[in-house]
């Protein structure tokens, strides 16, 4: 457990999860200005445990909670379904039944993975739910316990999230596209890679906003679910040809070809949505905000990860 220094301006405290993970690690910057950032790792706080969760958040007695921690192997999610529920559902609906309890905040992320991928249309946040897997099933089931508690919530649903450290399709393609003469990459799914740093500048930016009290008077504040991505679109292959159009490679490496497929000839325990658009407009009306282009995000991702 590591805690960040009281803010002169604020006597918020803040409990953020997975901190260590790729959104978590962001954040510890982005909402240190916004008060006193408690900041858990999965060591420290152990999603699949309810009682010490419970326990966790009694102790720390936050004013604002971030949950970006997630079980997020979605083919492993396959064979571990339970485990995926006590990360994504269960533990989700404790947390906020503890905001509520503390009359705090709770912010949340979930996926693009709700919906069943039809059409080409972005998706809107009170568009119905369909999930094709099992992870998709455990992140809205979260999302439903949440809403059931009545407690300050704001969802922010995402798409193919990336960074510099962890594990993410950019980490993978930079890797095999040294490894590897030719890659097959599919090229019917579509959606917006986000960056997990934006996700988590634009996170404190909408935090920042909310200044009032968190009073239970305070009936004012646009609680919910809103999509939260950087802009555009573009399909697995299409992602990976902007990464290696962008990095940088050694003069006795020679570049991968990549061979654009149908998800049918990559077979995946986990089925996955066609149509990942999510649209950020409810996000831009209420808060002002709309996240760069993800080629804009790329670009800077790998210029930050190459200093």
């Avoid at 969760?53 to 492993?76: C, H, S």
């Amino acid at each position: 457990m590591t805690t960040a220094h009281r803010s002169p301006l604020t006597a918020r405290r803040i409990l953020l999860t997975g901190a260590n993970g790729q959104v978590g690690w962001e954040l510890r910057r982005t909402l240190d200005c916004l008060g006193e950032v408690v900041a858990l790792d999965s060591k420290a706080m152990n999603l699949a445990d309810a009682d010490a969760v419970r326990r966790m958040v009694r102790d720390i007695a936050p004013n604002i909670i971030v949950n970006p921690a997630a079980y997020t192997a979605v083919d492993k999610a396959e064979g571990e379904p339970e485990l995926a529920r006590a990360v994504n559902a269960v533990a989700p609906g404790i947390l906020a039944e503890e905001a509520s309890r503390l009359d705090a905040l709770l912010v949340h992320y979930s996926t693009d993975y709700v919906f069943n991928g039809s059409g080409a249309t972005p998706w809107r946040e009170d568009d119905a739910c369909d999930p094709l897997n099992v992870y998709g099933a455990t992140k809205l089931a979260g999302e439903r316990a949440i809403q059931a508690t009545g407690c300050r919530h704001l969802i922010f649903r995402t798409s193919w999230v990336y960074g510099a450290r962890g594990s993410n399709f950019l980490l993978t393609m930079r890797r095999l596209m040294r490894e590897r003469p030719e890659l097959k990459i599919v090229a019917d799914q579509v959606g917006a890679p986000t960056w997990c740093r934006d996700l988590a500048e634009a996170t404190a930016q909408v935090l920042s906003q909310i200044a009032s009290p968190l009073s239970a008077a305070n009936k004012t504040e646009p609680w919910g679910i809103y999509h939260m991505t950087n802009a555009g679109e573009t399909s697995w292959h299409g992602f990976a040809e902007a990464i290696q159009a962008l990095d940088e490679f050694d003069e006795t490496c020679a570049p991968a070809h990549l061979r654009p497929i149908p998800s049918g000839d990559y077979p995946t325990p986990a089925k996955r949505p066609l149509n990942s658009r999510l649209s950020c407009d409810r996000l831009e009306h209420a808060f002002g905000l709309r996240l760069q282009d993800w080629r804009a995000a790329l670009a800077l991702c790998l210029e930050a990860s190459n200093k």
